[in-house]
């Protein structure tokens, strides 16, 4: 039987929330962590360090699960910019929408988005995971270094724009790429990878149909002949 | 009686296309020796130049200012027996730990990538020495200059490159980077000779790549998102370390308003003669203000908010002595950084390196392959430094002792100081804080604009 900690941000600060989860939680045998009323406040369950599950039950602001390390998160809502930045492992779920800039510069871990994405998704990724199971905007995965981004709908205007290492799978259309990117072929190892990523994601979708869009790696070095390609 | 009509005086000679033309044989103003080489050499390889260090350009400077030490008007301290602090706290408008330092100079951001790991390691220890601090850089924190700097400030940037929630917390403070004054709007620069198996490794990139990082924040954009991300960062840290908004200098009035309203206990205003490791030229030598004309701004921004008390404010960008300290403090900073400087007192630009076999071991001939001599060296970008500093090489690394250069760079730090003091006390103050403007005077009417002190010999301020 696990212990439940239930928190209400109508009568407690985001600053006591975050203390709590910092200080006391460790070690205290409590394992799950139930935040009502978050109403859009910005910050929550930032900076955590260790292995929890936390239920944020309503609409969230910017920075939700925040350089997250171990913990599972799940918002049931929508959330503002950047959930889930610089995550280094653990989970954060969102079973809305999400704004801009989701999962930027996430080092590990895994963020599943239930619903669209904005723009900027997974900018400058480093080595996290993103699934988005509906679409992303413009620019999303922008500098992206490292991990893996799949996006079961339609990809907005430049995906992977200066793209490094991560790699990007996409199941609908993709409006544009961006510099550098370019798409590749499927191949049976990028179908098993997507097959086990969207069964721990619990997202429905056939691993085949999806479109690779990795680095071309020609803006790799200083190119004068590339203009305003970088 | 002269009868010669004009064409009687017409010489016969040569058509003027062979004789050279008659007009005098000057060079022009505008398109002078520098402007044509670099002219001719645009055309020969079709990229503009890159190189580090700071702008060489003659600005306006602190030189420019001299003090009205104390006479019949004003009472000195005994200058070799009387105290005079210089004790800086940074950081005390919201963090529950502010930045407790020994002297107002502090060291300014400078990545491990850009500069060896036995010149993070120097510096340090050198400032730790000191009871100062050093500063991370684009690139992320080293356990070696966590181990050797007692108060470390860790940059958050718009890279991101090594960046996490561990080494936040085991930060000091945290420095949010928005720009430098050598390339304000502009992102950092590594270039692949640089991007060494460790380098890459720490910023999740491919060895060997030219590295251009970004200037946007990955996550948030504009000053009203900035203000929740210093929530977060606050947040994740409980409170307890001061953060730094960094910014180059440019629209200084507005951007200092705009990160105290975001919630900055300290700002950090970089002038244009700030240093880079390597940016384009044009980028230092024609963006930004000088430090001189970016203080008094910083200073009015935080006046008008009524925040002087509240928010610290640090100068850098071309400070190089006690006297450059002294003004600064004068005109409202709390405390300087250094980067350049520090450099220079690591052996940068030194003709030989120390070696503790062999003694002192010139190497102007690896200055002359970089194209350089010693003393106008530039070419940090090029990872070739012939003394160790700004280089991954593993065998030029070991040009730097990391102890030795410690001792140099210690050294530094204390005569600036020592010099601060000294002029404190000549100005009657027994705290280097309680300098001010009204103990300075301008040697030229630039300065005495920029400065918002009077020429000396006059109480005119210009554009008072």
Not at chain 2, 192 to 219: F, N, W
Not at chain 2, 222 to 227: R, T
Request: proline share 4%; charged share 20%; glycine share 12%.
């Amino acid at each position: 039987m696990s212990d439940l900690m239930e928190f209400d941000l109508s009568r407690v600060s985001v600053r006591e929330l975050n203390r709590y989860l910092h200080a006391d939680l460790p070690g205290s045998g409590v394992d799950r962590v139930r935040i009502s009323n978050p109403n859009g406040l910005h910050s929550l369950a930032v900076g955590l360090d260790c292995e929890v599950e936390i239920e944020i039950a309503g609409h969230a602001g910017y920075f939700i699960a925040g350089m997250n390390k171990l913990a599972n998160v799940t918002v049931e809502g929508n959330v503002g910019w950047s959930v889930g930045e610089n995550m280094m492992s653990g989970e954060v779920i969102v079973r809305g929408h999400a704004s801009e800039s989701a999962g930027a510069s996430a080092r590990g871990g895994l963020l599943v988005i239930d619903g669209n994405a904005s723009s900027r998704c997974g900018i400058s990724l480093k080595g996290g995971r993103v699934v988005v199971a509906g679409d992303v905007g413009h620019f999303s995965a922008f500098m992206a270094q490292a991990g893996t981004m799949v996006v079961c709908g339609n990809a907005g205007a430049n995906l992977g724009d200066s793209l490094y290492e991560a790699v990007l799978y996409v199941g609908g259309a993709i409006d544009s790429l961006g510099a550098d990117a370019r798409e590749e072929p499927l191949e049976a190892s990028d179908v098993e990878l997507l097959k086990g990523l969207l069964g721990e994601a619990g997202v429905e979708a056939n691993a085949e149909n999806f479109r690779r869009v990795a680095s071309s790696r020609s803006l790799y070095h200083w190119n004068s002949e590339a203009h305003q390609e970088y | 009686m002269n009868d010669r009509s004009p064409d009687d005086r017409q010489l016969p000679g040569p058509p003027s296309d062979l004789a050279g033309g008659p007009e005098p044989q000057e060079p022009s103003a505008s398109f002078d020796s520098d402007v044509m080489a670099y002219i001719r050499r645009a055309t020969q390889c079709g990229l503009y130049d890159i190189r580090g260090m700071g702008a060489k350009r003659r600005l306006p400077t602190f030189d420019d200012l001299v003090f009205l030490t104390a006479s019949a008007s004003r009472y000195p301290l005994e200058g070799y027996r009387e105290q005079c602090s210089s004790r800086t706290v940074l950081g005390a408008r919201f963090a529950s730990r502010p930045i407790e330092l020994d002297i107002p100079i502090t060291i300014a951001g400078m990545s491990f990538g850009s500069l060896s790991a036995s010149a993070k390691d120097a510096l340090g220890r050198a400032a730790s020495a000191m009871g100062t601090s050093t500063t991370t850089g684009d690139g992320g924190m080293t356990p070696e200059e966590r181990e050797s700097s007692k108060t470390l400030v860790y940059q958050c940037l718009p890279s991101r490159y090594g960046f996490n929630p561990d080494d936040l917390r085991a930060a000091d403070a945290i420095e949010i980077v928005l720009g430098q004054g050598a390339k304000p709007g502009g992102g950092g620069m590594l270039l692949g000779q640089k991007v060494s198996s460790r380098v890459a490794g720490m910023r999740t990139l491919p060895e060997g790549i030219d590295q251009r990082s970004a200037c946007r924040h990955p996550d948030w954009t504009g000053p009203d998102d900035l203000a929740i991300k210093i929530e977060e960062l606050r947040e994740i840290t409980d409170w307890e370390k001061p953060i730094y908004v960094k910014m180059g200098a440019t629209r200084v009035v507005d951007d200092v308003k705009l990160a105290v309203k975001a919630g900055a206990d300290v700002v950090v205003i970089d002038g244009m003669q700030g240093g880079t490791a390597a940016t384009q030229q044009v980028f230092i030598e024609h963006t930004g203000i000088p430090t001189l004309a970016a203080l008094p701004l910083a200073v009015e921004a935080l006046e008008e908010m009524d925040m002087v008390e509240d928010v610290g404010l640090i100068i850098s960008g071309g400070i190089r002595t006690g006297a450059d300290v002294a003004k600064a403090l004068a005109l409202g900073a709390d405390a300087v950084s250094i980067g350049q400087a520090a450099l220079i007192a690591l052996g940068c630009n030194n003709r030989c390196y120390h070696d503790a076999a062999e003694g002192w071991v010139d190497v102007e001939d690896d200055y002359r392959q970089l194209g350089a001599t010693p003393g106008c060296c530039h070419h940090c970008h090029t990872g070739l430094c012939p003394v160790g500093i700004t280089t991954q090489d593993q065998h030029l690394e070991q040009r730097l002792h990391p102890e030795t250069a410690a001792g140099w760079v210690r050294n530094y730090l204390q005569v600036v100081n020592m010099e601060v003091t000294t002029l404190a006390r000549a100005c009657g103050k027994s705290d280097v804080h309680h300098l001010e403007r009204e103990d300075l005077a301008a040697l030229t009417i630039e300065a005495a604009a920029m400065a918002r002190v009077p020429l000396a010999g006059t109480s005119w301020v210009p554009g008072r």
